[in-house]
């Protein structure tokens, strides 16, 4: 059954430039459809999360971790009888605007970019889908719904303070009303992205050997999750303690979600889609208990898994590379490609410059990064 709260696709806000309705799809699955066909979206195949591309065949990149979340959201918004198809678009998006090499990559980036305006990858996901995707012959970017962008921008909440320049020139052509929470599928797939990376990145450093599952045991939720594992299949393989460990870990984050989320439906008996955006708190969330061991979880993976030496001298040398192709590039923008270099923009000023580098930086996948690194600054690799 549709909750009342459910976005309706018929009575979305529209698009910057008007178009025909489809036959076959609503305007949330044509958003979807348009996302999945992007460059972009394409180009996170070769981002990472934690681990450089290159590290290993197993670990998540941002295309395997964006298609996770999209699965989880629509699991979740069937559940809670929500639009399905904005969830999925907006969990497909959500991750378009990162540059290569995971947070370490946005970290830099947004450090060089602070006299510029700042960088910041919800914003440049916007960016990327209202202005650098040019594909379309009426117009640049895919021409998504208010609704898909409103869910990229804030779907961790309003965006208040400094806006990024990429969010705040958009926002001034087409109102996203950032200060306000995004729609309830919007706070779905914020959710679920938080559900898939807290899987994965236990996954990934148990493949790593960062940890192992017997270090795991002195955490919430997880704990239990082993204990169950052992109890019904003692002796059982490895890996397959591992996963089923971490299937039960990640069945009970969705329990959560939907038994919290229906309490605090019931609480807020939101009457429509709209009612959702101004209820001051999300309507989609953990329950106070969980987020707490949450957090428990979190401080383990940061001491034991991004600040472990092996990942912290590759972020080092990630940050370094990022720095070095920006400053070139930002001297001599003349170096970068000539449907780059050629951008009008370019020689207005180093504001504009800097974004323009900016954007071609972001756009980057771990392995283009690093050959391009290669090509700019050894002399023995052919430009």
Not at 40 to 45: G, Q
Not at 144 to 157: D, F, Q, R, S, V
Not at 176 to 200: F, G, P, R
């Amino acid at each position: 059954m549709t909750a009342l709260f459910a976005t309706n696709p018929e009575m979305s806000r529209g698009r910057l430039f008007p178009e025909e309705a489809s036959a076959h799809r609503s305007c949330f699955q044509r958003d979807r459809d348009r996302i999945i066909h992007s460059s972009a979206f394409r180009r996170l195949k070769h981002k990472t999360q934690v681990f450089v591309e290159h590290e290993g065949d197993y670990y998540r990149t941002r295309l395997t971790h964006s298609i996770e979340v999209a699965q989880v959201a629509r699991t979740i918004a069937r559940s809670l009888g929500l639009n399905e198809e904005l969830a999925e678009a907006v969990a497909l998006a959500h991750d378009l605007g990162h540059p290569p090499f995971g947070h370490t990559g946005e970290d830099e980036l947004q450090a060089l970019m602070e006299p510029y305006g700042g960088f910041d990858h919800n914003a440049q996901a916007i960016k990327i889908v209202t202005a650098l995707e040019a594909h379309y012959a009426e117009y640049d970017g895919l021409n998504l719904t208010w609704e898909t962008l409103e869910g990229i921008a804030k779907h961790n909440g309003p965006v208040t303070g400094e806006i990024p320049f990429a969010l705040g020139d958009f926002n001034e052509i087409f109102d996203l009303e950032l200060d306000t929470h995004a729609s309830a599928e919007a706070q779905v797939a914020a959710l679920s992205d938080d559900i898939a990376y807290n899987n994965h990145d236990l996954a990934d450093g148990l493949r790593a050997g960062l940890f192992t599952l017997e270090d795991l045991r002195c955490l919430p939720m997880i704990g239990r999750c082993i204990a169950e594992v052992d109890a019904r299949w003692p002796g059982l393989a490895p890996g397959r303690r591992e996963h089923e460990a971490l299937r039960r870990f990640f069945g009970l984050l969705v329990e959560d979600v939907l038994a919290t989320s229906r309490q605090r439906i019931a609480e807020f008996a939101p009457k429509d889609a709209e009612a959702v955006r101004h209820l001051g708190t999300p309507v989609v969330r953990f329950s106070q208990g969980t987020f707490a061991e949450l957090k428990e979880i979190r401080v383990f993976l940061y001491h034991r898994m991004y600040r472990q030496w092996g990942v912290q001298r590759m972020r080092r040398k990630a940050k370094l590379v990022v720095k070095e192709i920006f400053d070139i590039f930002t001297e001599a923008p003349g170096l970068m490609p000539d449907d780059w270099n050629s951008k009008p923009g370019l020689r207005a000023g180093p504001v504009e410059r800097a974004r323009i580098v900016t954007d071609y930086i972001a756009g980057m996948t771990d392995r283009f990064a690093l050959q391009e690194h290669r090509r700019l600054t050894d002399p023995m690799v052919k430009a």
